[in-house]
């Protein structure tokens, strides 16, 4: 599966928009791109995923460019209780036997 | 949404014993299931992937023996890591997917194993 990369950490202004992005310039055609965040002491919880098309859903919106390259996952309006880490993963979703493999993810400070 | 549920919590335990963790799918069929190790501090670490009804598949450097992994129905999967020492004290995470590759995994709320 490609790797991702991420920064290490950002901040963000409560009720303002959080804007992760994301490069996964290895990333082949099979592969989807998945967002997951880890609030502190708990397990992972999945956000959004994607394969090219924008997506959207209750919780945030996943843009990914149009070479696939890169992505960028939005939270429209950040609340304190975003703060976390975020990990964006890619996966071949061909198959059943694709592996969600962890980075180091981004760590989202909101503030208020 | 889909839940997966993990238990216990949390376990504190002596040396020398063995501890099982359940994870069990709520409200769909898993027919993958996946083991996570994290230390603090650091990112989730995958040790094993298991499919119901065969033997599961460990990443490179995790011990089989001591990590069974028992994935008997497609809603449960169980962790047991035989002869607990201190240095097996980490935060251990069960995730489940259901049919289709392109699925997203689901995650239960992590087992707290402590070794004193």
């Known amino acids: 599966d490609a790797k991702t990369t991420q920064p290490p950490s950002m901040d963000c202004a409560e009720g303002r928009a959080a804007n992760l992005p994301c490069n996964h310039s290895?990333?082949?055609?099979?592969?989807?791109v998945y967002w997951y965040r880890q609030i502190h002491s708990q397990g992972p919880q999945y956000i959004i995923h994607?394969?090219?098309n924008n997506e959207t859903n209750e919780m945030a919106s996943l843009i990914i460019t149009e070479d696939r390259k890169s992505s960028t996952l939005i939270l429209p309006h950040a609340t304190l209780r975003d703060t976390a880490v975020y990990y964006c993963?890619?996966?071949?979703?061909?198959?059943?036997?694709?592996?969600?493999?962890f980075g180091q993810g981004t760590t989202l400070q909101v503030k208020p | 949404g889909a839940v997966v549920s993990q238990h216990p919590s949390r376990v504190i335990c002596k040396s020398g014993t063995s501890v099982k963790i359940e994870c069990r799918s709520l409200?769909?069929?898993?027919?993958?299931m996946f083991w996570y190790r994290q230390f603090p501090k650091q990112s989730l670490m995958l040790m094993a992937t298991?499919?119901?009804?065969?033997?599961?598949?460990?990443e490179q450097g995790v011990e089989k023996d001591k990590f069974l992994i028992n994935h008997a129905s497609l809603t449960l999967s169980t962790l047991t890591v035989t002869s607990a020492h201190p240095e097996d004290s980490s935060f251990y995470i069960c995730?489940?997917?259901?049919?289709?590759?392109?699925?997203?995994?689901?995650f239960g709320d992590g087992t707290r194993l402590s070794i004193l």
């Open positions: 298991s499919n119901e009804g065969s033997k599961a598949t460990y």
């Open positions: 993963i890619v996966r071949d979703g061909s198959g059943n036997t694709g592996k969600l493999i």
């Open positions: 290895t990333i082949s055609g099979n592969e989807y």
């Open positions: 409200d769909f069929q898993a027919t993958t």
């Open positions: 995730s489940a997917r259901g049919l289709r590759g392109r699925e997203p995994q689901h």
């Open positions: 994607g394969l090219k």
